[in-house]
């Protein structure tokens, strides 16, 4: 095994040691993340659908940076995204 791989093969050990304490002792948090993220994610979806029929050209897309934003503000991260997206449309 070469150096690299060896590094790889660690660094996957280690995140999955800390994804098990993590689970262990912070389901609360984790549980929260994932019900902002999908919350985020139909809010995104609805949005964009009230204002395309609307006309508006805003849009925001679904990828992993807009559900982090969406996981880790909550409503105010959706917010902050079509914020972005406003001062782009002026």
Do not use: H, W
């Not at 925001?60 to 995204?81: E, H, I, K, M, R």
């Amino acid at each position: 095994m070469d150096q690299k791989m060896g590094m790889v093969v660690l660094a996957i050990i280690c995140g999955i040691i800390l994804l098990v304490l993590l689970l262990r002792k912070r389901a609360q948090i984790i549980l929260n993340f994932l019900v902002r993220t999908v919350l985020g994610a139909i809010m995104i979806l609805l949005v964009n659908d009230i204002l395309q029929k609307q006309g508006f050209d805003i849009y925001v897309g679904l990828n992993p940076v807009t559900l982090l934003t969406s996981g880790t503000l909550g409503f105010p991260g959706v917010a902050l995204l079509y914020g972005i997206e406003v001062t782009k449309f002026l």
